[in-house]
């Protein structure tokens, strides 16, 4: 990875920066790369008033420290190296990351998980009632949660029951008062699961977003598209109330093929069956590749 703004691309000394071998702090003799450094820090907005000399001193220090504090970063007392610098990069290029573009991802995690609900809903009592049952979401629930309304005779699919429907409609209202209310439950910072993971969440959250949750590429990861960030979105809501969610056998990519294969009973608890479900809901048919914060659709 590296720094990929063609601002300062070719800038040797900042490529080695950005790998923090080494980073740059006070001191720093390579003054074209300070300057650079500087520029950055005044044309992204974090300190405008920079003086672009070429000097690492207290205030371009002070102004790195900002770019750690404004994105929960590591702090390292002014060193510019992998983190601030593949910040800055992402701002350079016009991107957003981390939990200040989550929240402009929330309205689209919410249609979905609304237009999940509504579908749930109708779903239920058209049931109850005898009357005629949705394609899409018939068809939504045998692909995603492995779940059939008639006996099923081959496959991995069984039979849907009312408490399944209740269990679904019951995790995606949960998603739907995080989406609500965000207050406290997301932050930036890094990823405990290292830089190249974009979000992650406990038991409880809140979800962290990391600085490869971003809308261009990066140091850090590939970019995520829209569709691809409110999955991830909706996703990580689902780790912050199912204890189960994470374990290893539940835990598998709407890309993965194993994601076709497993039991219903599991992917109950799956988080991105709730993702993949709810963005079939909303488009009508399971997207093809599926969105997801992993290829082949992540760019979607
Ligand atoms: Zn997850």
Do not use: C
């Not at 099923?152 to 209202?173: E, H, K, S, Y």
């Amino acid at each position: 990875m590296a720094l990929l703004s063609s601002f300062w691309s070719a800038n040797q000394r900042l490529q080695k920066a950005v790998k923090n071998s080494p980073g740059m702090h006070a001191f720093e003799p390579d003054h074209a790369a300070v300057k650079l450094l500087q520029q950055a820090l005044a044309d992204t907005g974090i300190l405008p008033s920079i003086k672009v000399d070429g000097i690492y001193g207290q205030q371009t220090a002070g102004a790195v420290s900002a770019v750690e504090a404004r994105f929960n970063l590591g702090r390292d007392g002014g060193v510019a190296g992998q983190q601030v610098l593949g910040v800055l990069d992402i701002l350079l290029q016009g991107g957003r990351l981390a939990a200040e573009l989550a929240v402009l991802d929330l309205p689209l995690a919410r249609t979905k998980v609304g237009a999940a609900t509504a579908a749930l809903t109708s779903f239920a009592k058209s049931r109850a009632s005898g009357a005629a049952l949705s394609s899409v979401t018939v068809a939504a629930l045998r692909v995603h949660f492995r779940l059939s309304i008639a006996a099923p005779t081959i496959g991995i699919t069984r039979q849907l029951t009312d408490a399944d429907v209740t269990l679904i409609l019951g995790t995606f209202n949960q998603v739907n008062g995080l989406l609500l209310a965000p207050a406290n439950r997301m932050r930036s910072g890094v990823p405990v699961n290292g830089l190249a993971t974009p979000a992650e969440s406990p038991l409880n959250g809140p979800i962290t977003f990391g600085p490869g949750y971003s809308d261009v590429d990066s140091h850090f990861t590939t970019r995520t598209g829209n569709n691809s960030r409110a999955a991830m979105v909706m996703h990580e809501s689902v780790h912050v109330f199912d204890a189960q969610s994470g374990a290893v056998n539940i835990h598998i990519a709407e890309s993965s093929p194993a994601y076709d294969l497993q039991s219903a009973d599991l992917s109950l608890h799956n988080p991105s069956s709730y993702a993949a479900f709810a963005a079939h809901i909303a488009l009508g048919r399971d997207p093809n590749p599926r969105f997801g914060g992993a290829p082949p659709g992540d760019a979607l």
